[in-house]
């Protein structure tokens, strides 16, 4: 099947952190021979129109845009390549290594602001990933395996208090977590991964 690519042409805005000729993919210079098409919304309300390249049936490349046409993301599903997603004016949000099908390199978030606010380090899909609050105190860490299977987490309020740490390689534990002042605020068992028995929550005061 033939496809004739109609107003599909991304065009390049270089600016400060934002969009390069080496990144954006011009599909109809990839020969992909059939193109989906959707709209969908995000959690905050954007609506972003999504296209899905094909080559001989597999999916190689996914791109998405906001209303003006502007690039939101573009994914692609080869052995090896760099995922990008940008904001409504070009500026880039975030930044991934991939290699034989894995995170293999760099992973990097950015705010509105251009502060760092996610960064991972791979090797073989297996890694670390810290994320941090928009003032630059950790928010969280991870560890993940190969096929990006989550390990472990540690969560952390601005203060430096952790909250909650979760190993997920135990499907039966029990569970703790804590408001910022070190005080408790839930507690509960976990069985096959799932909520089990009694949980109690509290309120910051301690009742």
Not at 77 to 98: A, L
Not at 148 to 170: F, Q
Request: charged share 25%; aromatic share 14%.
């Amino acid at each position: 099947m033939k496809v004739i690519f109609t107003c599909l042409t991304v065009f390049i805005v270089i600016i400060s952190f934002g969009l390069t000729a080496g990144q954006v993919i011009d599909p109809a210079k990839m020969g992909y021979d059939s193109v989906r098409m959707d709209t969908f919304t995000t959690g905050n309300g954007t609506v972003l129109t999504g296209r899905s390249y094909y080559k001989h049936g597999q999916k190689q490349l996914r791109q998405t845009f906001f209303s003006k046409g502007k690039i939101s993301s573009q994914f692609l599903f080869t052995k090896d390549h760099v995922d990008y997603s940008w904001d409504s004016t070009g500026r880039m949000i975030y930044q991934c290594e991939y290699k034989n099908f894995n995170k293999d390199g760099e992973e990097t978030g950015w705010d509105e602001q251009g502060k760092v606010i996610l960064k991972g380090v791979y090797k073989n899909g297996n890694g670390k990933a810290e994320h941090y609050y928009p003032t630059g105190e950790l928010k969280r860490k991870e560890i993940v395996k190969e096929n990006g299977i989550l390990v472990s987490s540690e969560d952390y309020c601005l203060n430096g208090m952790m909250t909650l740490k979760m190993d997920y390689a135990l499907p039966d534990q029990e569970v703790k977590e804590y408001f910022c002042t070190g005080k408790l605020k839930r507690k509960g068992s976990l069985k096959n991964g799932l909520p089990d028995g009694e949980w109690i929550f509290y309120h910051e005061d301690g009742t």
